[in-house]
């Protein structure tokens, strides 16, 4: 394969950007569609006082999980942590500070980061005075808006079935879930590919994420998704 665009790596190369304290956002729903070969890099990087955001915890051994039950992370902000117990014990243990927003209060918030609006209004959560007391009140045209502010991140990880060497990206079916959104909001946008192919080779029609928004696409390792689903159910 060749490396015309540059954004083709070993994904040691890719070692420079991590480091303590960064924040990372990361694709995936209940742990599909989270990159594995990432995450385990980011494992044996060995770094923490992370801030992860994405829709979930996924579950202790499963997605982004295990970067939760290393205690990499400081802060957490995501829709649910229901299916990682360990998540919901670090944070009644004040290990971890967790920041929830309603799954697509969510989901428009990293919109609105890789898009660059600073935020939106919304009316959601209006009428609760906890949810009113930990945002901004505005009113347009006589009515009480709450002010949600965008997210992005410094790196942005996400899984895809087929990359080219620009970074066009095509997903497979529902593990395409956020990873479109969480791709347009990082300062850095990583992918594992499960297949690496040329440039030409994608139909335009197809495409799901284009590459102007990938930085770097590494080579994945190989995930069994079905047993990744039957884990999932299992756990539930």
Wanted: a negative charge.
């Amino acid at each position: 394969m060749k490396n015309s665009f540059g954004k083709i790596v070993d994904i040691n190369e890719l070692a420079q950007y991590f480091h303590n304290g960064m924040s990372i956002m990361f694709g995936g729903f209940g742990g599909i569609g989270t990159p594995p070969s990432l995450i385990n890099f980011i494992l044996q990087l060995n770094i923490g006082d992370l801030t992860l955001i994405g829709n979930d915890t996924g579950f202790p051994d499963i997605g982004i999980g295990r970067l939760v039950t290393a205690k990499r992370a400081t802060k957490l902000v995501v829709s649910h942590i229901g299916s990682n117990p360990n998540a919901g014990k670090q944070m009644t243990d004040g290990e971890i500070d967790i920041e929830f927003s309603p799954q697509g209060i969510l989901m428009e918030r990293i919109r609105a980061g890789g898009s660059g609006i600073k935020g939106f209004l919304s009316d959601i959560g209006v009428d609760h005075e906890a949810v009113r007391l930990s945002k901004q009140a505005v009113m347009v045209d006589g009515e009480h808006f709450l002010l949600e502010t965008a997210l992005t991140a410094d790196i942005s990880v996400v899984y895809a079935q087929y990359a080219d060497e620009f970074g066009n990206l095509i997903y497979d079916k529902s593990a395409r879930n956020t990873n479109p959104i969480v791709a347009t909001a990082g300062d850095i946008t990583i992918v594992e590919a499960e297949n690496i192919v040329p440039l030409g080779e994608l139909h335009p029609e197809e495409i799901i994420t284009p590459g102007v928004f990938v930085d770097y696409i590494v080579q994945s390792e190989g995930v069994n998704w079905k047993w990744v689903w039957e884990q999932t159910l299992d756990k539930k």
